[in-house]
């Protein structure tokens, strides 16, 4: 798809609602627009000459044509840079602010070619969406987590919320129920609905499977629209990243929703939907493009701390260098994981390969503590140069106060009051609004619970044997000496010198 095909392609009848309200089309609301057309120029860019070669390779389902690298599946560590490079490409369209974009759900679409028969009898559905994805760069989204409700229950017991099938028919499966913080499915073609984290016990809610956005039953209930409070509250300046990069989360609702047996990819197998995170190659590959897009986005808030610190006259301060410095090291931290995940490939299905999984939970647990330190840095050393702004972009334009704002609101080495405020509004937007909130609880909770995070880090080493590889380690040390000194050959234990020490220490 082009842009404008993109946004074509939005209007279909969908239910959204938000304020009281179900939008008409989406892609003229004031909520969505802009979000909208931030994402088209995604698409644009997959048609630039520029570009091809960076972003695009030729499918490989068996059609002509090309698509976006990571839509396609690696079969060495060169094509998974390829793909680290290509992601990182459409993260810096959007400064790092866009992280459930096209290419983040190709972490799981890239991998039916390879891994289609996991999915029988299932297996020519996955093969064909890899096929359809791939050559139209389908935008997906996914609900995979049941909602913050009765949580100490068996997910069994909660069948009045949590998605499960209320009936079979030839056509497909009747579904209803609700998953939580759909993130940008507003903006999107299909939703990826699966369990995560809470096991099952029967087939009605043991379902993988594809749901049309626009799909009659399928409800889209937004949350507040940072991008629609910024137009009715201030402008672009006011509020440059809110504005137009709000991937507006949505409480997914299905109420009787069918999904077409082409569209599923498992369905009523207990065993299958609960091993499905460690067999379908997902989380390898949605660490390996969190950790790449989290990196631009460190790039861009070190840099826009570098600029508000110059302005404000403090950047040459020793505490204030050094913490610019701590910033640098996480974007260097997880540039490396990044890097090491796609350098250290691990093998899979059918001669492809998957990001290194160490590298991707180690991710997931150092964003949890690197960005809120990021933001923590800001608020410190940018401090109070933060709110001393003007309230809008109208204040520039008002004679009676325009002279006391170019006097008083000036920034350091000559910067004149507009580009000190426009750096700072910039810098609030990505720390300290309602938009900023939002993107400290993403980063902590993309990719999973604090403690889940570790846990499942713990058990894969477990399960891979390098934790008996690491106590097996510390065994190969303990076994070269005892209580009557070394027990290797090469080691003296200078038994004379330890005998005429203790003499000298006396009875």
């Not at 070669?53 to 059609?63: C, I, K, N, R």
């Not at 949505?250 to 197998?269: A, H, Q, R, S």
């Amino acid at each position: 798809m082009t842009g404008d095909e993109y946004v074509e392609s939005l209007r279909d009848d969908r239910e959204v609602y938000l304020y009281g309200k179900r939008i008409a089309d989406v892609t003229a609301h004031p909520a969505f627009r802009n979000p909208i057309r931030m994402t088209a120029r995604l698409y644009d860019s997959l048609h630039d000459p520029d570009r091809r070669e960076l972003l695009t390779a030729p499918v490989d389902s068996g059609g002509d044509g090309r698509t976006h690298r990571f839509f396609t599946t690696p079969h060495s560590a060169d094509d998974l840079v390829a793909d680290q490079r290509a992601i990182a490409e459409w993260a810096r369209m959007s400064y790092g602010w866009l992280g459930r974009g096209p290419d983040y759900k190709a972490s799981f679409l890239g991998t039916l070619g390879a891994n289609a028969d996991y999915y029988a009898p299932y297996s020519d559905n996955a093969r064909r969406w890899y096929r359809e994805s791939q050559e139209k760069v389908l935008y997906w989204n996914h609900a995979i987590v049941h909602p913050p409700v009765d949580r100490d229950r068996s997910p069994d017991e909660v069948a009045d919320v949590f998605i499960h099938v209320e009936k079979e028919t030839d056509q497909g499966l009747i579904v209803s129920g609700a998953k939580v913080v759909a993130t940008a499915a507003v903006l999107t073609h299909y939703n990826f609905i699966a369990h995560y984290g809470l096991p099952v016990k029967k087939r009605e809610f043991a379902l993988v499977a594809a749901v049309a956005t626009n799909a009659p039953g399928v409800k889209l209930i937004c949350r507040p629209s940072y991008t629609a409070s910024a137009a009715v509250l201030g402008s672009p300046f006011d509020y440059p990243l809110s504005s137009r990069l709000d991937e507006n989360d949505t409480i997914l609702v299905l109420d009787k929703v069918l999904i077409p047996w082409e569209n599923v990819f498992i369905y009523g197998d207990l065993g299958k939907v609960q091993l499905f995170t460690g067999r379908s190659g997902f989380p390898e590959r949605f660490t390996f493009h969190g950790c790449t897009r989290l990196a631009v986005k460190l790039e861009f808030l070190a840099g826009l701390l570098a600029k508000a610190l110059e302005i404000t006259g403090t950047a040459d301060f020793r505490g204030v260098r050094a913490r610019l410095g701590e910033v640098l090291a996480w974007r260097n931290l997880f540039w490396g994981l990044s890097d090491a995940a796609a350098r250290n490939p691990v093998p899979w299905k059918n001669g492809s390969v998957l990001p290194n999984p160490q590298y991707g939970m180690a991710y997931r647990w150092f964003m949890q503590i690197g960005y809120p330190r990021i933001r923590e840095i800001i608020l410190q050393d940018v401090a109070s140069g933060l709110i001393y702004v003007n309230s809008s972009v109208d204040d520039f334009a008002d004679p009676d106060v325009r002279g006391y704002l170019d006097q008083y609101l000036r920034g350091s080495g000559g910067t004149d009051s507009v580009q000190r405020v426009k750096v700072m509004k910039l810098l609030w937007d990505a720390v300290g609004s309602e938009f900023a909130g939002r993107h400290e609880l993403y980063e902590r909770n993309y990719a999973g619970s604090h403690e889940n995070t570790r846990l499942e880090l713990l058990s894969a080493q477990l399960a891979g044997g390098e934790m008996d590889e690491y106590k097996a380690f510390v065994d190969s040390c303990l076994a070269e000496y005892d209580l009557d000194g070394w027990r290797v050959p090469d080691l003296a234990s200078y038994d004379e010198l330890r005998r005429a020490g203790t003499d000298l220490l006396g009875p």
